[in-house]
């Protein structure tokens, strides 16, 4: 089989965001587009003579998507690929197989929670030798060379079957194709009380887990139905489909509605959850009661001392920045540091390599832990079943338990979707440049004691990173945070999250949207929503 060295030229606009490369799929459809980020990487990192792992989260464009990468890792000198069969590894699978199999990296083909379909989004990410995305640096050194690319690298040779296990080769290299789930559930099985949650399941308890047609359907009736005799029919669009049924796979109030009706069922199961296209985010829910992801990584880290894989206690607690509070509160009262970090999973990494924190998570619906180095959405829904299992309370007494002790972060994220670029940036600028005065000022009855544009230093390897995000923070532990999403594919989409403390939530009203309305309405008016981009409602509200 002989290689081509193909002549190409850059394409100026591959800078991976938060999360990877994400476009459309018809912009990765451009000839030499996804082969030129491909060699990007493999001219950024050295895997020649190196293990690599493959595999996607099953939207369109993976099957073609991988055999070209096959193609061309054969032809850039890597040694061996375990690949996930008929090219399916979920994002915290993929984690777990590098770490497991000690492979130099891996490629994730996945836009997660954005749309999938010929007219959906792709998206690549590469992750690092300890199973993480890959840092700044590295990303930056891919965009790097994506920028100086002149050619790429591609063997000759015949597409590879990947419908079943088998020990392959594709001209000098080696190809394992793997059972995706297997490594994956032996890994919850160490983690979690399967006995305990086995026990659950059999005196009657009753779960919908949602797999939105995206990749955790395997994961999740393997582990749920086979592993832990949840009723066939638990898991609901469990086959992966290339454009997800048509669907969003966004498991969240707006996106994972189907679920969320059926919760609200009088004869609706006690416990339901959902998960993303790639299989790292998480959402729960109890009977009519909806977790927000932020309370959802303050109760896990309180009732963590009671699942098997943490018994021995937590070393320190991780959130991202937009993130509430209410983890804080838990980490002051189990005397272990907190972490806020930017945005984004690949900065948890090195405090989870360096032993510093042991559970960390998102507001976006992704919660996590040491296990692997990816936010992990099935990991999220065994932890709540291993808590809901010890306790045997309902999901909304447990949460409202938490509240009772700790007090509540009222928290809600108002996302506007699909502006136009430069009237975002507009936005941003009009608030930046009205951050000087703010201080001592009073919004909605509170007064302002800080604000800033987040930057970040990592306490390991003391990178920076600037321009997080601009937080206000007001008395009482109020917040209002501003930042550009770095994964959407059209236009620009503006967050806005806004959260305060109750410390007597049991006074009053459930509905975030009510009691935190008046900072809602101060934050819109502070950054001119209406005035500079003509909008006054969030396109999305979580
Ligand atoms: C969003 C979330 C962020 C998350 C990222 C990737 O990023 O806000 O918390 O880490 O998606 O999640 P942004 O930049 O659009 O706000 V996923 O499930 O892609 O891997
Ligand atoms: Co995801």
Same mark, same amino acid.
């Given at each position: ?25 018809? *912009? ?7 082969e030129?980020f ?5 001219? /950024? ?15 369109? &464009? ?10 061309m890792?054969? /032809? ?7 690949v ?8 915290p ?15 994730i083909?996945s836009?997660? =929670?954005?749309? #999938?379909?010929v ?9 690092i030798?300890?199973?993480g ?5 590295v990303?930056?050194a891919i965009?790097? +060379? ?8 591609? %063997?000759? #040779?015949?597409?590879?079957?990947l419908d079943?296990?088998?020990? !392959? ?13 297997a ?22 308890f ?19 139905e086979?592993r ?7 898991? *609901?669009?469990?086959?992966p489909?290339?454009?997800f ?12 509605h ?25 959402m ?10 932020s ?6 880290a309180?009732?963590?001392?009671? *699942?098997?894989?943490? @018994?021995?206690? %937590?070393?320190?607690? /991780? ?8 983890v804080?509160?838990?980490?002051? @009262? ?10 984004g999973w ?9 032993? +510093? ?25 065994l ?14 007494a447990i949460? @409202? ?8 972060n009222?928290?809600t994220r ?7 670029t ?14 000087a ?11 302002v004691? /800080? ?10 390897? =003391?990178?920076v ?7 206000? !923070? &007001? ?8 930042? &550009? ?9 503006l ?14 009203? !459930? ?9 809602? =309405?101060?934050? @819109?008016? &502070?950054?001119? %929503? ?8 969030p396109?999305?509200?979580?």
């Open positions: 089989m002989s290689i081509t060295v193909v002549a190409t030229v850059p394409f100026p606009d591959q800078r991976p965001g938060t999360s990877g490369l994400r476009k459309k799929v018809a *912009v990765f459809r451009t000839p030499h587009y996804l030129n491909v060699q990007a990487i493999f001219n /950024a990192v050295d895997l020649g003579g190196r293990t690599l792992v493959l595999g996607g989260d099953g939207r369109y &464009l993976n099957p073609e998507a991988l055999q070209t990468i096959l193609k890792a054969a /032809a850039n000198g890597v040694a061996k690929v375990l996930g069969r008929d090219g399916i590894l979920s994002t699978a993929a984690s777990h197989v590098i770490r497991k199999h000690r492979a130099e990296g891996g490629i083909l836009a997660s =929670h954005n749309p #999938g379909g007219d959906g989004d792709f998206g690549v990410k590469y992750n030798s300890n199973g995305p890959a840092p700044e640096k990303t930056e965009y790097a +060379k994506s920028r100086q690319i002149t050619a790429y690298r591609i %063997l000759n #040779g015949p597409d590879v079957a079943r296990v088998a020990r !392959l080769t594709l001209g000098s290299m080696r190809i394992e194709v793997i059972d995706p789930v490594d994956y559930a032996d890994l919850m099985e160490s983690l979690f009380a399967f006995d305990r949650i086995a026990a659950l399941f059999r005196s009657g009753r779960m919908s887990f949602d797999a939105m047609h995206a990749v955790t359907g395997p994961y999740a009736t393997e582990i749920l086979r832990l005799g949840a009723s066939p029919g638990t898991v *609901v669009h469990g086959v489909l290339p454009d049924g048509g669907g969003h796979p966004d498991p969240n109030l707006t996106y994972a189907a679920l969320v009706e059926a919760m609200a069922a009088p004869d609706g199961p006690d416990f339901g959850a959902a998960c993303d296209g790639d299989g790292d985010r998480n729960i829910l109890g009977r009519n009661f909806f977790v927000t992801p309370d959802s990584l303050a109760l896990l309180a009732h963590a001392h009671r *699942v098997p894989g943490y @018994r021995e206690g %937590l070393a320190g607690l /991780a959130r991202s920045m937009p993130t509430s509070q209410a804080d509160r838990v980490a002051r @009262r189990l005397n272990i540091p907190c972490y806020e970090t930017p945005t690949k900065f948890f990494g090195n405090l989870l390599d360096a032993g +510093k924190i042991t559970l960390c998570g998102e507001e976006s619906f992704g919660t996590g832990s040491d296990h692997v180095r990816e936010k992990d959405g099935l990991w999220a829904v932890f709540w079943l291993n808590i809901l299992a010890v306790e045997g309370r309902s999901v909304e949460v @409202r338990e938490h509240w009772a002790s700790f007090g509540r009222v928290y108002h996302d506007y979707e699909g502006l136009a430069p009237v975002a940036h507009q936005v941003l600028t009009h608030l930046h440049d009205s951050l005065a703010l201080p001592g000022r009073v919004l909605a009855g509170r007064r004691n /800080a604000c800033d544009d987040f930057r970040y230093v990592d306490p390991v390897d =003391h990178s990173s600037a321009g997080q995000g601009i937080r206000i !923070l &007001l008395e009482g532990d109020a917040r209002i945070v501003y930042r &550009l999403s770095g994964t959407g594919t059209e236009g620009a989409t967050r806005i999250y806004i959260e305060a403390f109750d410390a007597a939530p049991e006074r009053h009203t !459930l509905d975030a949207q009510a009691s935190l309305a008046d900072l809602i =309405h101060a934050a @819109r008016a &502070l950054a001119a %929503l209406k005035e500079i981009s003509g909008r006054e409602e396109t999305v509200v979580t």
